[in-house]
């Protein structure tokens, strides 16, 4: 095993990855930028370096940077978290190449995964349902709209480097598909510095599901079972839960198993999410692989018992996979909401600043994945999130309920949060319901979106 790592992301992913060493028995080095600088999680680690200015480009995302701390501090292997580097291939071969090891896939997946197309085409080879589309790339004009008049409008352009939401334009009627092709495509070069486009049939109000997957270097690869997303705003996800409510069960399964073939033609290993679409109908659609630990990772520990960092660790170090498949039960329901500091009520304005209160929600079935504290000052330059706020009950009804007291219970003054938002989607009768998609926050909240 590892006698150190190094962590090379900030706020609560790097406090999470310092607790699974300090459990592991293993020594964690933070790295930190100038904004950081003093924040109290750094404390916790054995070792703190400080790797640049506030800018992420500088720091969190400066390879030679991190790769020198890496180096200076004597590590085995490097924790990249989520966001930040934990996605790019030629990070992952830098550490290969400098005999460092990095926790999550092998580059060689990333890249197989990175690019939508092709991993569309891997899907399709290991029998996984993709949304209906074009074969490849599209090259011609003609191709486009000879497909498009094929499956009917609406139509999704989505650029193959593209990912996360980015890329993508809907085409609802035959007029407009050749301006939007030459418009996607322009955007992609720009934007991906590869302007190569696919298309497929727009999914109306679908579902996001994904499902947690976790592989070791033997090529054993499991699910975890899956989250249901579907509650997001401009692709940032506000609620996660498992399980999907209202998915049937026989879905379900295939669903997982569909996503443990992907992985293993992939040749995946380490944490990795495959993401699906499920349309009114219950037909799911693999749409893509995130090949990293997630930000709601917590809500699969929470119904299957496992610690998904520390078995990335594991598996990192490589040992076999603890446990197979029947191993692994989900057992009852667990749902996270994300504390921003964004103001709701004024279009999700990023809200930094000083926490002048904090009073944390607590008692039974509660977890708070956290790196703040009272007098903790949220910098203005990284992501706005403050705390993840998940709740594990034996049902849903439960646990909304848990949810609903321990958003009651959680004070924070100071910054704008999300807080008041989750509040209301706790008490909203289409979430009570289980009736959610990908367009209920927008649909809801429009004067607040
Ligand atoms: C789609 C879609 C509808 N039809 N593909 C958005 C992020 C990226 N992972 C894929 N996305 C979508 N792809 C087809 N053919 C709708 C979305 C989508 C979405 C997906 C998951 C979660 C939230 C979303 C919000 C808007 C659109």
């Not at 997001?232 to 996800?237: A, I």
């Not at 509660?366 to 203005?380: C, F, N």
Request: proline fraction near 6%; glycine fraction near 8%; hydrophobic fraction near 40%.
């Amino acid at each position: 095993m590892f006698q150190r790592i190094l962590i090379a992301n900030r706020g609560e992913i790097a406090l999470r990855i310092i607790r699974a060493c300090k459990e592991m028995g293993i020594e964690s080095v933070a790295v930190y930028s100038e904004a950081d600088r003093g924040a109290p999680y750094l404390q916790l680690a054995d070792q703190s370096i400080c790797i640049g200015p506030a800018i992420a480009t500088e720091s969190y995302l400066k390879i030679p940077r991190l790769i020198s701390a890496a180096e200076a501090a004597d590590v085995q292997a490097i924790h990249p978290g989520y966001g930040f580097l934990s996605e790019n291939a030629h990070f992952a071969e830098v550490c290969r190449d400098c005999k460092i090891e990095f926790i999550g896939p092998p580059p060689e997946a990333m890249h197989r995964l990175g690019n939508k197309n092709e991993a569309r085409k891997l899907a399709q080879k290991a029998g996984v349902p993709v949304v209906p589309g074009s074969e490849g790339l599209i090259e011609k004009d003609e191709e486009a709209l000879a497909l498009a008049r094929e499956m009917g409008f609406p139509v999704l352009i989505k650029a193959a480097a593209g990912g996360g939401g980015r890329g993508m334009r809907v085409i609802r009627e035959e007029a407009a598909l050749l301006s939007g092709l030459r418009a996607a495509r322009q955007e992609a070069e720009s934007a991906f510095k590869d302007g190569s486009v696919y298309l497929e049939k727009y999914i109306e109000q679908p579902r996001h599901v994904e499902v947690q997957l976790l592989g070791d270097r033997l090529g054993n690869v499991i699910h975890l079972w899956e989250r249901d997303c579907s509650l997001q705003r401009r692709h940032q996800k506000l609620v996660e839960e498992s399980p999907a409510p209202n998915l049937p069960d026989s879905v379900r399964k295939k669903i997982c198993e569909s996503a443990v073939r992907l992985a293993k033609a992939a040749g995946y290993y380490s944490a990795g999410t495959c993401e699906f679409l499920v349309d009114k109908q219950n037909r799911f659609y693999f749409i893509e692989v995130n090949a990293r630990i997630q930000v709601e990772h917590p809500v699969t520990e929470l119904v299957t018992g496992v610690d998904l960092v520390k078995a990335q660790i594991r598996v990192a170090a490589g040992e076999p996979l603890p446990f197979a498949q029947r191993d692994i039960v989900h057992r009852g329901c667990a749902i996270e909401c994300r504390i921003n500091a964004e103001d709701p009520a004024s279009h999700f304005r990023p809200s930094p600043g000083l926490i002048t209160r904090w009073q944390p929600p607590g008692g039974p079935g509660v977890r708070l994945d956290t790196h703040a504290v009272a007098g903790y000052r949220v910098p203005p330059n990284y992501d706005s999130l403050v705390a993840k706020l998940l709740v594990y009950q034996p049902t849903r009804a439960d646990a909304i309920a848990c949810m609903r007291r321990a958003l009651d219970e959680f004070i924070i003054e100071g910054i704008h949060t999300t807080i008041p938002l989750h509040r209301e989607i706790m008490r909203h009768p289409a979430f009570q319901a289980g009736q959610v998609d990908t367009t209920f926050i927008e649909r809801t909240w429009q004067k607040k979106g």
